[in-house]
């Protein structure tokens, strides 16, 4: 399938779901599309279906990670002082990389938060638009008002899942933040797609994680992710990896290559995907696998401040199962992640949404924005 | 989503010429442009297949 071919109706309705939903885009919106080579195709689509509606997108082409000429180039195009109720709607996609987030903070520095909305697109293409937006906002947001209401009551877990996970965890909610993807706009921060997923960083986690969905790596990864028929079995005990397998021998042997980087087996994070869309883990390496309802833990760098946290890492490993039943300190009945009911109440401000200086950190579940 | 708009008739066409543009302007900035490979492996004296990225917040 060529690249314009994959523009059917099922993108263009996940175009629209980002333009209604996720941006709630107003006619005197400024849209700006910055998007990497690697993600030509979806920025074009998206501009289409900007011009349909009679927006005039600015166009910004930027290089992944490091561009000497990308704050000029976005700095152009950005209104050098905010006019009326005009809000700068900021659009930026990347397949692999999340790039220039301080550029963009300081160039939108002298708006009021409510004036400008970026948003963020990893694994920019066909299955974000397709799946990754299916669900809304608010749906979501609902789903994760109901994990976030328990967990941070709780002062313990225990998770067992379908594949075998059989994990035991305790919590520590006051110094250890949530992160919460919702993919709701909140003035000053950034949204990140796809979304849904509630995470955290586990005091102490011990006992088996059987990844049977995908594993998700913050590296270039040109290899087959999913897990459905070589599962990677990994014992934790006090938070870190003791031991894992796979019966996969490139799998297993890749995976051995990740964590033999420092601090990489650490568990820096216990996650809860809530993106009731994603039921099928997709080939390539991406944030949609991490959705899926079920529990996954992320190796090596956490989701955390540095200091908080107490270790950095450059690597970020998540391995997903699919589904989960949590029990929370001493309840008899779990709490089913693949049947959760949507909470009637307002989603919980979260402390790292208060901290001014981490404008992006409600949506940050790899701690790889910064 | 039933309520969506329909994928306009005819628009691959106008597509190819927004990619085309899009392409030039790349074309025009980005290959004056220093830096912006991902260049980091995660282990050089192995298998190419796997390359790591780094993020912002360890480049800087």
């Not at chain 1, 059987?210 to 459905?228: C, P, Q, S």
Request: net charge negative; proline share 5%.
């Amino acid at each position: 399938m060529s690249l314009d071919s994959e523009l059917d109706q099922q993108v263009w309705d996940g175009i629209q779901s980002l333009m209604d939903d996720y941006a709630q885009m107003r006619p005197s919106d400024k849209i700006v599309i910055a998007y990497t080579s690697d993600s030509r195709t979806p920025a074009a689509w998206v501009a289409l279906a900007c011009e349909q509606r009679a927006f005039v997108p600015s166009m910004v082409p930027m290089r992944p990670l490091r561009d000497a000429g990308f704050r000029a180039r976005l700095a152009e195009v950005i209104p050098e002082y905010p006019s009326g109720d005009d809000r700068i709607m900021l659009l930026v996609f990347e397949r692999e990389t999340m790039s220039h987030n301080r550029i963009i903070k300081s160039i939108l520095a002298k708006y009021h938060p409510d004036q400008y909305q970026v948003i963020r697109a990893i694994n920019s293409g066909r299955n974000l638009f397709v799946t990754g937006l299916l669900m809304k906002p608010d749906e979501l947001s609902a789903l994760n008002t109901t994990l976030l209401e328990k967990c941070r009551q709780a002062h313990s877990l225990r998770i067992e899942a379908k594949g075998g996970t059989r994990l035991e965890a305790e919590l520590d909610n006051q110094k250890f933040q949530y992160k919460s993807s919702r993919g709701v706009g909140v003035p000053g921060k950034f949204v990140v797609i796809p979304a849904g997923e509630v995470a955290t960083f586990p005091k102490s986690i011990s006992g088996t994680l059987v990844a049977d969905f995908a594993i998700n790596v913050n590296i270039l990864l040109d290899k087959d992710v999913r897990l459905a028929t070589r599962p990677v079995t990994v014992e934790i005990e006090s938070g870190k990896l003791i031991d894992f397998d796979c019966p996969d021998r490139e799998m297993r042997d890749f995976l051995a290559k990740c964590f033999e980087r420092k601090n990489a087996t650490i568990v820096g994070e216990l996650g809860f995907g809530t993106n009731k869309a994603v039921t099928e883990a997709v080939f390539e390496n991406s944030h949609l696998n991490k959705r899926i309802p079920g529990v996954h833990l992320g190796f090596g760098q956490h989701n955390q401040t540095d200091e908080v946290a107490g270790y950095i890492c450059d690597i970020h490993i998540d391995l997903c199962a699919k589904g989960g039943l949590i029990w929370f300190d001493d309840a008899k009945d779990p709490l089913d992640l693949e049947q959760l009911t949507p909470s009637q109440n307002q989603h919980p401000q979260l402390v790292s949404g208060e901290d001014v200086v981490s404008d992006d950190a409600e949506d940050d579940c790899c701690g790889i924005l910064r | 989503m039933a309520s969506r708009p329909k994928l306009p008739e005819g628009i691959m066409v106008r597509l190819r010429s927004v990619i085309k543009d899009l392409e030039a302007a790349e074309e025009q900035h980005l290959d004056r442009t220093p830096g912006g490979e991902i260049e980091f492996k995660i282990n050089e004296a192995e298998a190419l297949w796997y390359v790591a990225y780094k993020t912002d917040a360890a480049a800087s």
